[in-house]
């Protein structure tokens, strides 16, 4: 089992920036890839960027140049750099973790969730 607490959303003014961490605990063994969801009213929830522990990164092309996702493998936490915000930015963000193990019975795989963190631009 894994848990992830998130903190640091809030209100910002268009242009502004915030920073979001999450941090994770339990068995982290088969734990290879992290990264941030969000979620708008009426829409469905959407990547925003992910971290494997390698360091390879995936980016939404929506928040290239603007976002930057970053990891500390030592402390098993992650996080998002939310920098020249728009309106549009606004939701409900989400820590993710992946876990996939090979087992006996095949290839198991599971997501882990945290309980979202609100952020929310003002034009």
């Known amino acids: 089992q894994v848990q992830l607490v998130e903190s640091g959303g809030g209100l910002v003014q268009a242009g502004g920036s915030l920073r979001l961490s999450c941090a994770a605990s339990?068995?982290?063994?088969?734990?290879?890839?992290m990264g941030w969801y969000r979620q708008a009213p009426g829409n469905q929830r959407e990547l925003v960027a992910s971290?494997?522990?390698?360091?390879?990164?995936n980016l939404a092309e929506s928040v290239k140049g603007r976002f930057k996702i970053s990891r500390d493998n030592a402390k098993n936490t992650v996080y998002l750099q939310l920098n020249s915000l728009k309106p549009e930015d606004t939701a409900v963000y989400y820590c993710?973790?992946?876990?996939?193990?090979?087992?006996?019975?095949?290839?198991?795989?599971?997501?882990?969730w945290g309980q979202g963190t609100q952020v929310t631009v003002s034009s």
């Open positions: 993710h973790a992946q876990e996939v193990a090979v087992t006996t019975s095949g290839l198991y795989e599971h997501d882990y």
């Open positions: 339990g068995s982290m063994f088969s734990i290879n890839t």
């Open positions: 971290i494997m522990r390698s360091g390879s990164i």
